[in-house]
């Protein structure tokens, strides 16, 4: 049965909030960290862009400060009324985010730089097409597609709940898939 994406969500999210409170969520996302952490060590050039995750998602705080430590560029997404997002430098400041309306840790400054590298975040992702649905609002595939041109790599990092062999959604035409899709130990290039 093919769900529109937004019954997905209703299904996923719960899944998702259940099994962050498991020990094993904490394992993979340390081995996702690390498994991150030494794709960018392999691909070195150029800037990084990724939210301040938690919560549900793979705490993505300790990957910025090893990138920040080591002299890594990192952006991080600030998102608009109209639904567009731009990255914006991010120097390791508490001072630097506010927190959005959804709890979100933004940017207070704006820039638009487009990152080298964009980390993407979802709630789901199928193995092989690498096809995802996102948090439900558009943001990432509009920018992916907007800077396609400029942007080198996306990859992204997704925890068992979070991995489908085939889609249980309806993938529309716009939807953008990752490059690398990190499962931990595996690394699934596309």
Do not use: C
């Not at 498994?35 to 392999?42: E, G, K, S």
């Not at 995750?53 to 109209?82: N, S």
């Not at 985010?97 to 704006?110: K, N």
């Amino acid at each position: 049965m093919t769900l529109t994406k937004k019954a997905f969500r209703q299904l996923q999210i719960p899944r998702m909030v259940e099994f962050a409170k498991t020990p094993a969520f904490k394992r993979e996302s340390q081995q996702l960290q690390d498994d991150l952490l030494a794709w960018l060590a392999a691909h070195p050039q150029g800037s990084v862009g990724l939210t301040m995750a938690g919560g549900i998602e793979v705490p993505t705080a300790p990957i910025i400060d090893q990138l920040l430590a080591a002299g890594r560029p990192v952006l991080l997404p600030k998102t608009f009324p109209d639904r567009s997002m731009h990255f914006v430098p991010y120097h390791g400041g508490a001072d630097e985010l506010a927190r959005t309306d959804y709890g979100i840790l933004e940017p207070v400054a704006d820039a638009d730089v487009v990152p080298a590298i964009v980390v993407v975040p979802g709630v789901a992702f199928v193995r092989g097409s690498h096809a995802r649905v996102g948090f439900g609002a558009g943001y990432y595939d509009r920018y992916l597609a907007r800077h396609a041109a400029a942007i080198m790599h996306t990859i992204t990092l997704a925890t068992t709940v979070m991995l489908f062999n085939a889609p249980t959604w309806r993938v529309a035409e716009h939807d953008v898939p990752v490059g690398t899709l990190l499962e931990g130990k595996r690394i699934n290039e596309q």
